[in-house]
């Protein structure tokens, strides 16, 4: 009558923790065992007055949106009760292991096994920082409209509602790819907090390394499980090439993602290519191997991959004896433009200027695995993703990397996306900054012969640093734009204009975060570098340096050093430089204050 939620019960459509909550406040008064009934009437009171609060229109709560696994998981029966062990045990764990190993599966098929432990259960892709991913949480009745684009204000809100959550509820976090996150700390020693977490990372997480749960290849038995099930073989099959796939799984050590790539080479062939033939090409040295480096955000960063170039080198060679035509390989190339969140299918086809029959193709490569598809949204593995960005910036001289293999209209369209003023909500800009992350990345692969991405990365690390200062989001925006200034140290092709902009939206962005020594820096460097420009220059290029110096200005007021602040606006305006009449009212406005 009361609880299970199905439609024509009292509690229809309720938050699943409302359900739970009263299964678990009837469990202990319709009893027959005295023991475990309520032996206080006060505890009765008060549980009944937390049931009234979680049952109001306006009652704010995490929803429940887990993940369904995939049809055909295999294996992994230790893994999972070791997790549920750790989960007791500590509230929280990292799966750690190489690319394609199976973790965000194993996480969702956890979920799932689970799921009468768990009356709430969420999956979220790490979003940079852990305040970020929390932000990125989904919460019943807390709208960001509420909050007038204050991403602070609306992180707040949600952490504040994050410690109600009880022990059974389940977020995961998949793909952490920031090792020494400081907001680890602050969220997993809330004691007020008491939900679990399951964090998927390639990561070595040196203060959790107890925590830490290195996830191995799947086991023979297991790997051919899960090849069989992705071919569409006989049980004669199965006897046949049992041997020979346990070889496979072998060379491939127990990697999930590429047994099932090759169990789709095998399924593909239309009974042309057996598991032995695909064998006897992976153990072929007649494939090119890449080498080069990935970049990633933070320059102290030491993201441990566990052999990944060996796992996309072993890609590679499934890539090549699949031998994917152009248009595959075009839409996996623009696919690798899309961060974790996925595009929708018909939005992807438009922006990429496909031609309508593209669709087969792109549920032809759905179906045999080089794409994820979920709700309508796709999106391929960070591996794929690395593979064809390393193979289009190599420019190999294979046929498929003609003049016609570009970016081309995709590109345009995600820079014309990040670039767009008009989408201006907190999850818009979210998105947005998520975009240019996940191009920084495939701009900033560097091959062993020098060749890389056309674009910018200092450009992204801007573009990204001015988004999230749009929404207040300092230490966010602070970081990408240190790396922008970094990264421009390092180039010799950079324009003073970009240079002070940065050192500008730095100053900013420290000084709303309280570091008042650092934004000065910032700002001293702008102007020296105004003051060298101007003098190089003619008057119609000048850089107005009264309006920098305003900023330094405005730092000493609200560092308290007002007379100083009244000086230094009083001698910009005695100096009356030709470049004050875009800065006297500013100035004016400032000087006032000040007094």
Not at 126 to 134: P, R
Not at 236 to 249: A, G, H, N, P, Q
Not at 261 to 271: I, K, R, T, W
């Amino acid at each position: 009558r009361y609880c299970d939620g199905r439609e024509g019960t009292l509690l229809h459509n309720a938050p699943s923790s409302l359900i739970s909550a009263t299964n678990e406040f009837l469990s202990r008064t319709l009893r027959n065992d005295r023991k475990r009934r309520y032996q206080d009437i006060d505890k009765v009171i008060n549980d009944l007055a937390i049931l009234v609060n979680m049952s109001m229109p306006e009652h704010i709560y995490l929803r429940d949106k887990r993940q369904k696994p995939g049809e055909k998981f295999s294996g992994r029966k230790a893994e999972l009760r070791e997790i549920k062990r750790r989960l007791d045990s500590d509230n929280f764990v990292f799966l750690r292991g190489m690319g394609g190993v199976g973790k965000s599966a194993l996480a969702k098929k956890f979920a799932h096994e689970y799921r009468n432990e768990y009356h709430t259960c969420q999956f979220v892709s790490y979003g940079g920082s852990v305040h970020e991913t929390i932000g990125a949480l989904d919460f019943a009745n807390l709208s960001e409209a509420d909050f007038d684009g204050n991403v602070g204000e609306l992180l707040k809100a949600k952490t504040d509602h994050l410690d109600f959550c009880d022990s059974k509820t389940l977020i995961i976090v998949d793909n952490v790819d920031v090792p020494d996150d400081e907001g680890f700390d602050e969220l997993l020693n809330n004691s007020r907090c008491n939900a679990k977490f399951i964090f998927t990372t390639r990561c070595t997480m040196n203060n959790y390394t107890k925590q830490t749960f290195d996830l191995q290849g799947l086991q023979p038995e297991d790997c051919k499980e899960l090849f069989f099930n992705y071919w569409d073989c006989t049980e004669k099959d199965k006897k046949t090439y049992s041997r020979c796939v346990e070889e496979l799984s072998e060379m491939y050590n127990g990697n999930a993602l590429l047994l099932k790539l090759m169990a789709d080479v095998v399924n593909s062939s239309m009974g042309m290519c057996t598991p032995c033939d695909v064998l006897d090409s992976a153990r072929s040295g007649d494939y090119e191997s890449v080498d080069c480096e990935i970049g990633y955000l933070y320059s102290d960063m030491r993201v441990c991959d566990c052999d990944n170039m060996t796992v996309i080198n072993l890609l590679l060679k499934i890539f090549r004896i699949k031998n994917l035509d152009r248009t595959a390989f075009m839409i996996l190339n623009n696919l690798s433009l899309v961060p974790a969140g996925g595009i929708e299918c018909a939005d992807f086809i438009r922006k990429s200027g496909f031609a309508r029959n593209t669709f087969s193709v792109i549920n032809r490569l759905v179906h045999s695995g080089w794409i994820n598809c979920e709700e309508n949204r796709i999106s391929v593995h960070s591996l794929i993703a690395d593979l064809v960005s390393i193979m289009y910036a190599q420019n190999s001289a294979d046929p498929i990397f003609d003049e016609y293999v570009q970016y081309g209209n995709f590109l345009a369209s995600v820079c014309e996306y990040i670039a767009d003023d008009s989408l201006s909500t907190i999850s818009q800009v979210r998105d947005r900054v998520a975009h240019a992350r996940n191009l920084r990345r495939r701009c900033s692969i560097v091959c062993k012969d020098g060749a890389c991405r056309c674009l910018p990365v200092y450009q992204l690390d801007i573009t990204a640093g001015r988004l999230l200062l749009s929404i207040r989001d300092y230490n966010g925006a602070a970081e990408h734009l240190e790396c922008a200034a970094s990264l421009m140290k390092q180039s010799s092709d950079v324009s003073t204009l970009d240079k002070i902009s940065t050192d500008v939206l730095l100053c900013k962005a420290y000084t709303a975060s309280g570091k008042y020594d650092d934004a000065t820096e910032c700002i001293e460097r702008a102007v020296s570098e105004a003051v060298c420009h101007n003098v190089s220059c003619g008057e119609n290029q000048h850089i107005s340096v009264s309006s920098l110096l305003i900023y330094k200005g405005e730092i000493l007021d609200l560092k308290g050093l007002y007379d100083d602040a009244i000086q230094l606006y009083t001698s910009i305006l005695e100096a009356q430089g030709f470049d004050m009449q875009c800065a006297e009212d500013r100035c004016y406005d400032a000087l006032t204050l000040a007094a």
